[in-house]
């Protein structure tokens, strides 16, 4: 009978943390939805399927900056990879945002940074760039001498509601194909935390141009 009560108090116990651990997510995520600054970057923008998650919208967001700032630790950035760094994100002159700087600690200047994981870096003069007449030996020197390249990543998957999915694809679809200004991811930024709210098409968010598409037929 004890056997019983302490495994049903463990159970409990189990339950209880896993509620207050997706509770706090939850949480979390409305308060930086609420409170966050709002920021936005041209992506490309699919619809793929998972079958544990169901369906979202995924985008590619080509964030890049070769502005890395001294490291703390005073080493160099050379062997760095798959690292997490801070990211410092400003308005760009098109009316969204762009990267302008990369630090490995949060620095306390008072601008918007964000927490990134997986960056990945590489030198800015990359292979396709190699002359028709250069060896590579002198190809490879002025690589090195080349600055990083830092390539940061932003949240990807923006889960949409299974119905709306299919309409969302096709929307998606027209924007890659079209040559106006096609797919906008939309962040939201507090603290360093950084979350996807939304994908506009042309300034339209994705979801209310999918609810247009059954009406239309």
Not at 68 to 83: H, I, P, Q, Y
Not at 160 to 182: C, F, H, I, T
Not at 184 to 194: H, T
Request: overall charge positive.
């Amino acid at each position: 009978m004890k056997r019983n009560v302490v495994k049903a108090i463990i159970a409990g116990t189990a339950i209880a943390v896993q509620c207050v651990a997706i509770g706090w997510l939850v949480w979390r995520y409305e308060s930086i939805v609420r409170f966050g600054k709002e920021v936005r970057f041209r992506c490309e923008a699919y619809d793929p399927y998972d079958p544990h998650r169901g369906r979202y919208l995924r985008v590619r967001v080509r964030a890049t900056c070769t502005n890395l700032l001294e490291r703390v630790d005073g080493k160099s950035w050379e062997d760095t990879r798959n690292a997490q760094i801070f990211a410092k994100l400003e308005p760009a002159t098109n009316g969204l945002w762009r990267v302008s700087a990369v630090a490995d600690s949060l620095p306390a200047d008072g601008g918007l940074w964000i927490k990134s994981g997986n960056a990945t870096f590489e030198h800015s003069v990359s292979w396709s760039e190699k002359r028709t007449n250069e060896t590579n030996e002198a190809f490879l020197s002025r690589r090195a001498k080349s600055p990083f390249v830092v390539r940061v990543p932003m949240p990807d998957q923006l889960f949409v509601n299974e119905r709306l999915a299919p309409m969302a694809e096709e929307v998606l679809d027209k924007a890659n194909s079209a040559k106006g200004k096609g797919a906008v991811a939309v962040y939201r930024v507090r603290g360093s935390d950084i979350v996807i709210t939304d994908i506009e098409i042309d300034g339209k968010s994705v979801t209310a141009l999918a609810r247009e598409i059954p009406a239309l037929r």
